[in-house]
Every structure is written in C-alpha cells, then in structure tokens.
Nanobody, 127 residues
C-alpha cells in the first residue's frame, strides 16, 4: 500500500509564503516522479509543478512560475512545494501525486499519468 501524506497548508495573507510537504511511503515502491496539482472551487483540477525524482528536473505551470519551487529529499522520500508571493487566486486544495513509471518526465502535467494521490491540503490566501 502506497501512501502520500501532505502537510503544510493553511491560511496566509497575499504576498506571504507556505511550504507544502508530501511524504511517500509503501513497500516495494519506487517513485520516479512527483507532481503537485490544485483544485479551486468551481474550477477544474490544475497542474502546478512536477519533478523527476532522480535527476531533479522540474516543470511549472505558467501561473506559478518564478513564485513556486518544487523540490525533493531523496533520503526522506519527501517532496516539497515552496510557495512564495502567494495570491488570492492560489487558493485551492493542493494535492501531491506520485508516478512509478521509470520513464516519467517532469513535463507530465496530466492527472491520468500519476499512480498515487495524497488526500489534499487546503491553502487559503486572503487579500
């Protein structure tokens, strides 16, 4: 059983920062990539960022580029999403997702490409 446990969400004022964490665990589970998605009320699930686990190559949605940074700690099997200069439109439930495909590319922005999902963490940015 593979588990992704997210943490770090909360309420922050516009211009502030938050760091989300996603800890992965599971027997015989090798993660080749991690992505972050978000779901805002009334909108579709949106790709935010992705990282290829081994090489560390990254990819971002244009809406978060230069504000958000995705990273990982191989030893802890944990991924992070550092969010700076937050805006009210960043308000959403944020989900991490993991991929076990050795051919995973950081350009993987489609939800169907990911095998496992976290439970989501709420991020609210007040104006």
């Amino acid at each position: 059983q593979v588990q992704l446990v997210e943490s770090g969400g909360g309420l922050v004022q516009a211009g502030g920062s938050l760091r989300l964490s996603c800890a992965a665990s599971g027997r015989a589970f090798t993660m080749y990539g991690m992505g972050w998605f978000r779901h805002a009320p009334g909108k579709e699930l949106e790709f935010v960022a992705a990282i290829r686990w081994g090489a560390g190559t990254t990819n971002y949605a244009n809406s978060v580029k230069d504000r958000f940074t995705i990273s990982r700690d191989n030893a802890k099997n944990t991924g992070y999403l550092q969010m700076n200069s937050l805006k009210p439109e960043d308000t959403a439930v944020y989900y991490c997702a993991a991929d076990r495909d050795p051919l995973f590319s950081s350009s993987s922005s489609q939800r169907g490409l990911y095998d496992y999902w976290g439970q989501g963490t709420q991020v609210t940015v007040s104006s």
